[in-house]
């Protein structure tokens, strides 16, 4: 089983306010990636990092996006103005490399609901 | 761009009874191929992976797969299923120059009744 924990477990925010989830790699796992899945079973891979450095995202245009993965602390992402449409499943993953054939060891997610 | 194909939606099948769920995939190159299962209220767990060699791959609890280049299709099998099998099931891949990244399938969802 996974040891990547996610809290909370459930995030409910009303449109406008800040949405922040945490994430706690499994230990010895360098490489962190954050997906997005909505009710349509749809994901989206936001951005993933190694140690503290970000890899690869998304075009986060919208600048309401943010995530870090700071030593000695929780991984975060952060919506800086939730919108009706971020409802989804926020699912944190971490690998021990980050090559392609690399497993994900998956969290149980923070499902985020936007009024 | 690769994408994945999971032409089921949903699959009922009782207990006992032998199991296949399709995935085709479409990439430029021989991608990583993965099926992941997720139950209620959990995230993804990881059931085999795919790359090169044996063309069927054996997994946890019993499943495996079958790796067809000539019909891009990455099938998961399993002889014998179990109520606790019922879950979403998710077939996806990753190519070499994306660094861990994974294109996911839509899922198909399992119904195991008894």
């Known amino acids: 089983n996974s040891k990547v924990i996610q809290t909370p477990r459930y995030l409910v925010k009303g449109q406008g306010q800040k949405a922040k989830m945490r994430c706690i790699p499994e230990?010895?796992?360098?490489?962190v990636f954050w997906y997005q899945q909505n009710k349509n079973n749809e994901f989206k891979f936001l951005i993933n990092?190694?140690?503290?450095?970000?890899?690869?995202q998304i075009d986060m245009t919208e600048k309401r996006f943010s995530a870090e993965c700071p030593s000695n602390s929780p991984c975060s992402l952060e919506i800086q103005s939730s919108e009706a449409g971020d409802s989804a499943l926020y699912l944190c993953a971490s690998s021990p490399g980050h090559s392609s054939a690399e497993t994900l060891y998956f969290g149980s997610g923070t499902r985020l609901t936007v009024l | 761009a690769q994408s994945v194909t999971q032409p089921d939606a949903r699959v009922t099948v009782s207990e006992g009874a032998s199991l296949q769920l399709r995935c085709k995939y479409s990439?430029?190159?021989?991608?990583?191929l993965f099926w992941y299962v997720q139950y209620p209220r959990q995230g993804l767990q990881l059931l085999l992976k795919?790359?090169?060699?044996?063309?069927v791959v054996q997994g946890v609890n019993g499943f495996e797969a079958e790796f067809s280049k000539s019909n891009s299709s990455f099938h998961l099998r399993k002889a014998s299923v179990h109520w606790s099998d019922s879950a979403v099931y998710f077939c996806?891949?990753?190519?070499?120059?994306?660094?861990?990244?994974?294109?996911f399938g839509s899922g198909t969802r399992l119904q195991v009744y008894a």
């Open positions: 795919y790359y090169s060699g044996d063309p």
């Open positions: 996806a891949v990753s190519i070499g120059q994306v660094v861990g990244q994974l294109t």
């Open positions: 990092f190694q140690n503290q450095e970000v890899l690869q």
């Open positions: 230990k010895g796992h360098p490489v």
């Open positions: 990439s430029s190159v021989t991608p990583y």
